[in-house]
């Protein structure tokens, strides 16, 4: 019996033709909790209307799976590996590539790690554009977690500069609470007491940050 006809975009291509997948292999989404679901959008393919429903059902399944692959938001371009997660056997695989509105349908390959002798794997646009959307949130929660990190300590840092008796003008100071902060991140590591606080004050005096402020006696 004669496998059907593979699907034009996965056909062989030369390896120097195949894009370069640009997530690296050790991106990883484990601390994510979702991956964006534009249901409007998956309502309105082609790939919706078209698909038959035990074809979409594998489908879905290849999408949520090739988020915990490496690199993530690809499969493997393998029928063995694929028969495996689509609980079939190889010889269905390969029926199933050739189809049209199949489940590997808009899947193309790719060149993964951003060398000549890269691994290949499959990717698709849609994916790629869900998993570079949550690592730029993840990105972004990053970012927020850390500015909300520096705002508390130079909170901390003016409050314990008052303590010491610290004008308002050397609270209000941006540049100088930024220097202060800066020089103990790079100096000291523990813990910030009362005597830490201290020693930035007087690398404060030595250095003349205080310029035309009063420092503290």
């Known amino acids: 019996m004669t496998a059907a006809p593979r699907s034009a975009h996965l056909q062989p291509v030369a390896m120097d033709d195949l894009p370069i997948y640009p997530i690296a292999p050790d991106e990883r989404l484990d601390g994510n909790s979702f991956v964006k679901w534009a249901t409007n959008r998956w309502l309105a393919s082609k790939t919706f209307k078209l698909m038959p429903w035990d074809m979409q059902g594998m489908a879905r399944a290849l999408f949520d799976m090739c988020q915990n692959e490496t690199p993530v938001g690809t499969l493997p371009d393998d029928d063995e590996e694929l028969a495996f997660m689509l609980r079939c056997d190889a010889r269905r695989v390969r029926e199933l590539r050739g189809q049209e509105y199949g489940p590997l349908r808009n899947w193309s390959r790719c060149l993964c790690e951003g060398q000549s002798n890269g691994k290949v794997r499959l990717m698709h646009p849609v994916v790629l554009e869900q998993v570079r959307d949550a690592l730029d949130r993840r990105a972004l929660a990053l970012l927020s977690k850390d500015e909300k990190a520096v705002a508390m300590r130079l909170d901390r840092l003016r409050k314990a500069l008052?303590?010491?008796?610290?004008?308002?003008?050397?609270?209000?100071?941006?540049?100088?609470?930024?220097?202060?902060?800066?020089?103990?991140?790079?100096?000291?590591?523990?813990?910030?007491?009362?005597?830490?606080?201290?020693?930035?004050?007087?690398?404060?005096?030595?250095?003349?940050?205080?310029?035309?402020?009063?420092?503290?006696?």
């Open 162 to 217: 008052q303590a010491q008796g610290c004008s308002k003008d050397v609270l209000a100071d941006d540049v100088l609470i930024n220097r202060m902060d800066e020089w103990l991140t790079a100096t000291r590591k523990g813990k910030r007491t009362e005597a830490v606080y201290r020693s930035a004050i007087l690398h404060a005096v030595e250095n003349k940050w205080f310029g035309r402020m009063t420092a503290p006696d």
